[in-house]
């Protein structure tokens, strides 16, 4: 209901350069790197259900704050805050899907995960942009109102999955919680570096698009909600799918695949003139999560021990973190010295540096994804 047009809003409320506005995104995302390394750990230790219900109440209480911010010093602290909480909940929720289901059913685990997820996406956007147009401040609110409702749902209705049997697979003690055994993990690392450049197209997309179509093109904040409801929409009708296909095929030569549509459907954005030409761009990039969410979530999984998935997962969300970190800020930086269309250029570039380099790193793999787990 939000995200797709917390820019515009803070670009309401602030009247500043959209550098300045998207370093707000700089904030939250090195408040999720920091807090990702502490996600991993206390995930590991204290279990997955409590880290995502803190994560969820948290989130609430931010969005409701963000309804009455009105200066920069108060957005700095409040998307910093929101950047600390988000990570909980993904290291949580992806590594208790890996507790529950086996290598093997994980692909279809994943993407049926994102589906569900995206029953609410498709909807979100759709419902907070015709809000949006009436009061920003009910749009807050309801968002945070329904965190709130997840948080006591899961609080009532979630069960543990970190058993004892994995608590004691754990050493006693690990120095650094355990991070320096994974970082000699090439192959987590060299995916984790490859990734961060895909997701800095996503970035550039789902939180400069909107302010770019409204600054430029004049889209009303209803209009532009039908966009992101797209991505929603065929995720929900297509995800399983699609992943029924990729989880067949080696995966890193998926992920390239996928990055390459991400890569066109980010540069196709500089020639759009309109809603329907925004809303391609879309379809183009959607089409690439399609077929690499799922898969780059399932390899993760695989690649990790049962007793550091937490940990595993945190670090692939740092891909997330850095990206939402770097692509808004050089997104705003492309457009307040070169040019509005240069930041969709950009992406272009980033995007196709990482489609090739998940190429070379395909030959490597010889098996589909399903039969890609830890020896």
Known sequence: ???????????????????????????????????????????????????????LVGNGVVYLFLGRATTFPAFIILMSLGGAFNPLYRVGADAMLADLIPAEGRPDAYALIRT?????????????????????TIAFYLAALGLMIYGLLLTIFGHETLTS????????????GGYQRI????????????????SICAAMVWVLLSVYTYTYYGLPENLYGLIPTTN??????????????TKRRPPLLMMALGTLFYAVGVGSVALGQGFWGFWMSMVILTIGELILIPTATTYVANLAPPEMRGRYMSIYSLSWGIAFGIGPVL???????????????????????????????????????????QD
Not at 39 to 47: E, L, R
Not at 232 to 245: K, S
């Open 1 to 55: 209901m939000i995200w797709p047009f917390l820019m515009i809003y803070v670009s309401g409320r602030l009247h500043l350069p959209m550098a300045t506005i998207a370093s707000l995104m700089t904030f939250n995302a090195v408040a999720g790197l920091i807090f990702s390394f502490v996600a991993g750990p206390a995930t590991d230790h204290f279990g997955r259900k409590w880290i995502m219900v803190i994560s």
């Open 116 to 136: 569900s997820n995206n029953l609410g996406v498709a909807l979100g956007p759709a419902i907070g942009g015709f809000i949006a147009v009436t009061s920003f």
């Open 165 to 176: 049997i994995k608590l004691a697979a754990r050493p006693a003690k690990e120095p650094f």
């Open 183 to 198: 970082f000699r993990d090439g192959r987590l690392i060299t995916f984790t570096l490859n990734f961060t450049l895909t």
């Open 232 to 245: 929603a929409i065929m995720v929900v009708t297509l995800q399983l799918a699609v992943t029924n296909v």
């Open 331 to 373: 997104g705003g930086l492309l457009n307040d010295n070169i040019g509005p269309a240069a930041i969709w250029y950009g992406g272009l570039v980033i995007g196709l540096v990482s489609a090739a380099s998940f190429m070379l790193l395909t030959p490597r793999v010889s098996k589909p994804i399903e039969a890609t787990i």
